[in-house]
Structure formats: structure tokens, C-alpha cells
């Protein structure tokens, strides 16, 4: 057999031209709704979208600047404020990369190998989603609380986990968890161990395979749930508000400051702060659509959120 | 020609399921080997035990004269092109062929690596598509860039899962032949795996048919089709007529007829199923089996004949060239006489239909079904 009348086997898939603009539903009346019903159906949706996301998303930043940049600036700059976002930053920068430690070994553990006991851990991991956030501080309170299990064996060798960092740090990981191991499970169970294998075969090492197929293969989920992992991180409340004490200057994470600016009627200071907030969570979003344009089809598999 | 893989009594046991039930199997240096059989036969369990993807519950499996039962999948050095290819979708063609090449020498030479792999593109009529990412080849093109990228790192043996599954009838014809004559050039050990029997047929020296986690019977092309070796591998290599029969002594009674039987061998009398393929009756002008015509069907240049024997009643299906003189004249109602051109029996308590693992295990684990495919 010539190679030159294998045409079959040489040449790429051609899609007609009049195909290639986009999805072929979009161009075929017969199967789409009439114009006054998809108007009713978008315009429906985008004023409740408006009504019940953008509004109050403005008006935090239209009340930060009710009174001025002046008053917006010095809200900023108070020393209780600049704690505030260090602690929350700090509690992040620790969180996230452990639950990327632990998300990336769970899912792979859980969509490539076979075990006793993968349902459980299936489930356990859903649990931070499950239970609500102030139960899950309170189980760390019962823990390492000064009436807690392990109390008094912390208060003798002076280590503090309630009222201090570590326990804000331990509840952030907590409620954070799922969120990266829950984007990568469907993806890599999606992707199945035949990469795995190939590799195995072709001699690359357990360490190689991951490095060089695993990764690779996951890298764009895995940035999509970083981002969503952080943007829980930072906007934390329930459980770090139960063990964090509430400790100006100390143990106040920024949605904790924001709250007890709000109680104490400073309302231009609160929401000047929780415009801080809101532009993290803007900034997370951008990259977010950036990554789902970027990588559509990648994400695609494991998109739910 | 020396033997390249010996297979002692390899078991293999998925929960409570015997996927392997004990193969013994030798294949020879550069022979290349169809291992066919239904779904839950455990053809690709063997295949993957052979590769070392696998473990074995018993057994031992011979790379030469090394014991490679306990070997990892790493040492083995085996070339394996799963079903759908599994190329890294990340890297282009080149990347992918030199995979094996980087992982296995650290700081190996790029300019001899490129090489290779341009080499390898050659062998596999590629050339000019090394920069393309999977995602921009067709799937017979796939299907050679795994090929290229499982011979790069010589292996002991190439491995195939259903090479040609995951595509169309029509490349799936070409690249038959393709691999064929590739096979012929590098000569390299070949064991691939299929559930069609007309592509083991026409592909492979020789066929081993597998059932149950079973070897039913491993032999040349011409063997196996032409003289199966139980009931099973006759059914599954093709259509067949069962028809029942009676043997006693030298003669067999066959629908009203008696044919005198060949064999010197003394066969066992009673009751049997005689086997025989619709293209190997033969319609004759007078004796032989007699039946009424039911359907008369064209097929190209095939007459397809359904026919009830006037003693017995069972349905036969015999195929005939249309040029035959009787054939194109049949119709509805007409009396024929079909005479057994070759067959075989079997005592009737030995008959086994073709099953599949469903039958054998109702509950069996999803997984474990999709594994021995």
C-alpha cells in the first residue's frame, strides 16, 4: 500500500466552513425559541442578577466612599485594619498551599487507585461542605479549647491554638478543604490511569509520571480551584469568628474587622474595609473567567461551579 | 525461531472472578499474535499481565530465559498502545515519541533523540507532523504516533489493546494491512488483542482464542478456522449451522442421511451437534440433506438460502455464489439437497454457547468488566 493514496489516515479532520463560527445550534432557527421568549428568558435572568449580585456589590463600594477618599483612605490605614488584612493574608498564604498539598494527593488517590475505605474518604472530604462552619470552629474550641481534650497539655507547654493564629490558620484549612480535591476528583477520574500507564510502561518512574503526565494534565483545574480555594480562604467568617476571640489588632481577620466596625456604627470604615474584600473577590474572578476563556474545554470537565 | 515469552499457569482473580484461569502460551521471537475472544474472555488481563500493568495471583511469566513474573512494568521494556492511544495531550508528536528515550537515559543526547524520533516518524509514514499536538491528528494518525512512541524504546515485545477499536471501518481496513507490513519490517514480537475474529484472521501468524479466562485453542490462521478445536472456537470464528446428529461406530446420521466417517479414530456413539458453516454446504442435484426453501436473499455476489430440513426440521443458512446453477433458481417452497462440504461434531454434553461475563458473573463489578474487555 502507497502512502500517497492514504489520504484517511494523513489529513486532519475538516470542518466546513460554515460550521467552523460556532456552536450550529446558535444558526438553526427551526431549533432555537422565537425572539420575544429569549428576550423575556435573558432579560429575566439579568435583572435578578442585577438586582441580587450587582447591586449590593456597588453599594459596598458607593457607602466605602459615601464620606469621602479621605475617610475611605484613613479607614485603610488604621493599625487595627493593616492587621487585619496581614492576618488574613497570612492565614491564606498558609491554608491554601497545604490544601493543595492535601487536594492534589487525596484526588489522586481517590480517581487512580482502587482501596479499601475510598467511599469514606469520598464523604469525609465533602464534610467541611456539609457541616456548618461555626460547628466546625466549635469542634477546634472542644479540641484545643482551655477546657478542651488537649487543653491543659497545650497550656503547660505554652502553645495557644484558640484566641491565636493557629487556630484561625487550622479552621481556614478546615472549610477550605474540598474545594481543590473536589475540582480535581472528576477531572482526573475523567481522565482515567491509561496517561499513567503509557508512562509506567515507556519507563518513567512513579515521581516522573506525575511530574511529566499527572501535573500537566491537571494543571488547569488545579489553578481553578486554587483560585476558589483562596477566595474561601479570605472570605472566611463562621468558623475563624469562633476561635478567633476577637482580639484587635491580634486574632481580627478582615471579615471579623469588618463586622465589628459595623457594630460599633462606623459604617463608612466597614465597608470602605469590605471593598478590600470585594476587590480580592473581583480580582479572583477576573482570573477565573480568564482561565475558563483561556481553557475552556480543559475545565469543562470539571466546571460546576 | 526461539521463544521470546513463556506463560506458565497464569491465574489471575478480580474479587471472587477468575479473569485468568490458568494460560500456558509460548510465543516465538517476531511472530505476531492475535489473542481473540469475547468480552470477560480475559484477553487484555493477559495482555496486561504480560506488560506488568498487572500483577498475577499464580503462575509465572518468561521474558527469554529471565523470570519477569515479578518484574515492574518499568524493567520489563515492554512497547504497550492502549485502546485509545493515551498520548500525552500536552506535548507535541515529538515530545511524546521521545518521552521513553528522556525518562530512561537522564541527560541523554537532544540531537540524537531527534534523531530517533524523526526516524521512527519515517517508519511510521509521519514525517512533517512532528510539531502537531494530538489533538490536531486524526485517529489513524494517533494510533501511529503510539505505535512510534511504544518502538522507541526497543522493546522486548509490542504490545497492542484492540489497536484498532476506536476507529472507522475504513481506516481500520488500511491501517490493518498497514501494521501488517510493518510488522514484516521491524519484526519486533507482536501480541495484540481483538473481539473480531476477521481482523486475528487476516492480521496474525497465529491466532489464540481465548474464553473464560481460558485458552480454547492457539494455532495458525489455518488451524483454528479450519479445524476448531471445541464448539466455542467454531462458533465464534464464524456463522455455523448446529445441526444434531447420532454416531455409532463408523457412520454418522445426519438428517435422514448416513455419511461414513473418515477418521481411523474410534469416536464415542451417541447423540452429537454437528457443526457446519453456511459457505460449506454444498447444493447438490440429488442426496445429501433435503430441506424446503424458506427465504431466498442476494448479498453481492453471495445467495443467502434459509431452509428447513424436510427430516428433523431445523433451520439451516447456507451461502452460495451466485453463479452456482441451482442457487440463482431457487425460490420459496423448492426442495434442496445440501451436502456437508466440511464440518465437525461434538458429543452433545460438551456444547457451550458463546457467553459473555454477564452470563458467567450477573453481579460482576463494572470495573472488572470493562477491565477484561
Known sequence: ?305 | MTTEIKIRGVKKTFAAFPALNGIDLDIAGGELIALLGPSGSGKTTLLRAIAGLETVTDGQIFFGDIDATRLTVQQRRVGFVFQHYALFKHMTVLDNIAFGLRVRTPRSDEGEIRQRVLQLLDLVQLSGLEKRFPAQLSGGQKQRVALARALAIEPRVLLLDEPFGALDARVRKDLRRWLRALHDKTGVTTVFVTHDQEEALELADRVVVMNRGRVEQAGTTDEVYEHPATPFVFDFLGDINILRGEVSGRSLRLGGTQITLETDGIRPSGPVDVYVRPHDLRLMDSGGLEARVDTVQRSGATILITARLLQGGEIVYAEVSHLHPIASKSKNGDVLHLQPARYEFFARETHEAVKTLQDVVPNAVPEHRERSR
Open chain 1, 1 to 305: 500500500m502507497s502512502a500517497a493514496k492514504d489520504h484517511s489516515l494523513l489529513d486532519p479532520i475538516q470542518v466546513p466552513a460554515e460550521f467552523r463560527g460556532g456552536p450550529l445550534i446558535r444558526k438553526n432557527a427551526a431549533i432555537t425559541e422565537p425572539a420575544w421568549l429569549r428576550a423575556l428568558l435573558i432579560g429575566g435572568a439579568l435583572s435578578f442578577l442585577s438586582l441580587f449580585l450587582l447591586l449590593p456589590l456597588l453599594s459596598v463600594f458607593t457607602e466605602a466612599l459615601r464620606k469621602g477618599f479621605g475617610v475611605y483612605f484613613s479607614a485603610l490605614r488604621e493599625p487595627d485594619a493593616l492587621s487585619a488584612i496581614e492576618l488574613t493574608l497570612t492565614a491564606t498564604a498558609i491554608a491554601v498551599p497545604l490544601n493543595l498539598a492535601f487536594g492534589v494527593s487525596a484526588a489522586w488517590a481517590i480517581a487512580k487507585f482502587e482501596f479499601r475505605g475510598k467511599q469514606f474518604l469520598i464523604t469525609l472530604i465533602d464534610l467541611p461542605f456539609s457541616v456548618s462552619p461555626v460547628v466546625s470552629g466549635l469542634i477546634y474550641v472542644l479540641i484545643f479549647g482551655a477546657q478542651g481534650w488537649a487543653g491543659p497539655w497545650m497550656s503547660e507547654h505554652e502553645f495557644k491554638v484558640i484566641f491565636a493564629i493557629p487556630g484561625i490558620v487550622l479552621a481556614t484549612i478546615f472549610v477550605t478543604f474540598p474545594f481543590i480535591a473536589r475540582e480535581l476528583i472528576p477531572l482526573m477520574q475523567e481522565q482515567g490511569t491509561d496517561d499513567e500507564m503509557a508512562a509506567l510502561t515507556l519507563g518513567a518512574s512513579g515521581w516522573q509520571t506525575f511530574w511529566r503526565v499527572t501535573l500537566p494534565n491537571i494543571k488547569w483545574g488545579l489553578l481553578y480551584g486554587v483560585l476558589l480555594c483562596n477566595a474561601r480562604a479570605m472570605g472566611e467568617f463562621g468558623a475563624v469568628s469562633v476561635v478567633s476571640g476577637h482580639i484587635r489588632g491580634h486574632t481580627n481577620t478582615l471579615p471579623l474587622h469588618i463586622e465589628i466596625l459595623y457594630n460599633e456604627y462606623q459604617f463608612a470604615a466597614a465597608f470602605a474595609v469590605a471593598s478590600i474584600l470585594a476587590g480580592l473577590a473581583l480580582v479572583t474572578l477576573g482570573l477565573k473567567t480568564f482561565l475558563e476563556w483561556r481553557h475552556g474545554d480543559e475545565l469543562a470537565a470539571s466546571r460546576r461551579h
